[in-house]
């Protein structure tokens, strides 16, 4: 099994800035990709940005070069920095982890979600 850890959420005013982090630990044998979604409240979770293992990384529309996702790889750790903060931005923050436990298993493994609230 998988496990993430995040921490970093929190509330701040509009136009500030929060860091996110999230750990991976446990059966790891290979991270494919890890990344950051979002679920507000009555809407669907989106994809936030998330980076590969080869570095590649992708960005919500809605980012609009406010965010940056970075990985520390040796120490299977990501992390979103958020600046500009708007209250459209309010969600609960999910980390997620693709991996492999072994050479031919994969899954998708999910945070326990860290609540991210931006006053007007």
């Known amino acids: 099994q998988v496990q993430l850890v995040e921490s970093g959420g929190g509330l701040v005013q509009a136009g500030g800035s929060l860091r996110l982090s999230c750990v991976a630990s446990?059966?790891?044998?290979?991270?494919?990709?890890m990344g950051w979604y979002r679920q507000a409240p009555g809407k669907q979770r989106e994809l936030v940005a998330d980076?590969?293992?080869?570095?590649?990384?992708n960005y919500a529309d809605f980012v609009e070069g406010r965010f940056k996702i970075s990985r520390a790889n040796a120490e299977n750790t990501v992390y979103l920095q958020m600046s500009s903060l708007k209250p459209e931005d309010t969600a609960v923050y999910y980390c997620?982890?693709?991996?492999?436990?072994?050479?031919?298993?994969?899954?998708?493994?999910w945070g326990q979600g860290n609540q991210v609230t931006v006053s007007s």
């Open positions: 980076i590969n293992s080869g570095g590649g990384i």
């Open positions: 997620n982890t693709r991996a492999y436990t072994d050479p031919k298993h994969w899954d998708d493994y």
């Open positions: 446990g059966s790891i044998f290979r991270i494919i990709a």
